[in-house]
């Protein structure tokens, strides 16, 4: 299960997620999401869990606990939409005189 991780505080780092998450069950991975310009934390992760079960009692557990002085949201990631892609542009065609 697949659990997006909200309001982080920007110091919060994938050790202290894993370990926040792990007391709940087998952790697959964790993504602190990044800027890619910047390369700064965005303030929100997601969290893949084992087991669904687990995955919603951290869900239950977690949701408004204080992490590194803030009130984190943790719920069921959304599965991604198409944005249509980048790009797209184009356009301006004609003659420029």
Not at 82 to 95: I, S, T
Request: hydrophobic fraction near 30%; glycine fraction near 20%.
């Amino acid at each position: 299960m697949k659990l997006y991780v909200g309001n982080l505080a920007y110091s919060t780092t994938e050790d202290t997620l894993h370990a926040e998450f792990g007391v709940f069950g087998k952790v697959d991975d964790v993504a602190i999401i990044t800027d890619r310009q910047t390369g700064r934390p965005r303030g929100f992760a997601f969290v893949t869990m084992a087991d669904d079960g687990e995955g919603s009692t951290a869900i239950e557990k977690l949701n408004g606990v204080d992490i590194d002085g803030r009130s984190i949201v943790v719920n069921e990631a959304k599965p991604k939409t198409d944005r249509g892609g980048r790009g797209g542009g184009g356009g301006g065609g004609g003659r420029r005189w």
